[in-house]
Antibody, heavy 116, light 108 residues
Framework: QVQLVQSGAEVKKPGSSVRVSCKASGNSFSSHTITWVRQAPGQGLEWMGGIIPGFDTPNYAQRFQGRVTMTADASTTTAYMELSRLRSEDTAVYYC?????????WGQGTLLTVSS | AIQMTQSPSSLSASVGDRVTITCRAS??????LFWYQQKPGKAPNLLIY???SLQRGVPSRFSGSGSGTDFTLTISDLQPEDFATYYCLQDHDYLQWTFGQGTTVEIK
């Protein structure tokens, strides 16, 4: 069983960056694939990318290439997602999710509002 | 990247109905497919993994089928708590996953 707790809501200005954290507790952080998913208001789920802790090589959806950085620190069992050059269209709830086989665990979501 | 085309985008149904939602992959993905249910303000809830395996605790009125490019989620005997939005998610390519666009099941 894994519990994921994300950092709190953020308000950012266009052009700035944001870093969202996802603290895992429970079993075997490093054996899970950590992914990030976002959901803009009234829109569907969008997969952003993922990382396997310990492998240290994330993979990103093409539309986020060059703007997103995902890291995972096995020593603190915390994953991070940093999104740069923010624009209003990045306003969304950002979720981290951990996958292992048939199991998945989701954070509570972090609301990012991008507004001048 | 693999594209997932989900249909319909929305449907209206009554309690007790049988509902079918489909996802088509742009290339073969074997059975590397999840189905999720999402209710407003909540994180998605896993229903089906491996295209057809029922997640623990999920009612047996939910079922999944398909392999390769065409997949189906069926809800038999629709219950009031099943009115929600449903998504497919493929995890075939290494860390290049994609969701379908979602299907909202509304009360007729």
């Amino acid at each position: 069983q894994v519990q994921l707790v994300q950092s709190g809501a953020e308000v950012k200005k266009p052009g700035s960056s944001v870093r969202v954290s996802c603290k895992a507790s429970g079993n075997s952080f490093s054996s899970h694939t950590i992914t990030w998913v976002r959901q803009a208001p009234g829109q569907g789920l969008e997969w952003m990318g993922g990382i396997i802790p310990g492998f240290d090589t994330p993979n990103y959806a093409q539309r986020f290439q060059g703007r997103v950085t995902m890291t995972a620190d096995a020593s603190t069992t915390t994953a991070y997602m940093e999104l740069s050059r923010l624009r209003s269209e990045d306003t969304a709830v950002y979720y981290c999710a951990a996958f292992s086989g048939s199991n998945d665990y989701w954070g509570q979501g972090t609301l990012l509002t991008v507004s001048s | 990247a693999i594209q997932m085309t989900q249909s319909p985008s929305s449907l209206s149904a009554s309690v007790g109905d049988r509902v079918t939602i489909t996802c088509r992959a742009s290339q073969g993905i074997r059975n590397d497919l999840f189905w999720y249910q999402q209710k407003p303000g909540k994180a998605p809830n896993l229903l089906i993994y491996g295209a057809s395996s029922l997640q623990r605790g999920v009612p047996s009125r939910f079922s999944g089928s398909g392999s390769g490019t065409d997949f189906t989620l069926t809800i038999s005997d629709l219950q009031p708590e099943d009115f929600a939005t449903y998504y497919c998610l493929q995890d075939h390519d290494y860390l290049q996953w994609t969701f379908g666009q979602g299907t909202t099941v509304e009360i007729k």
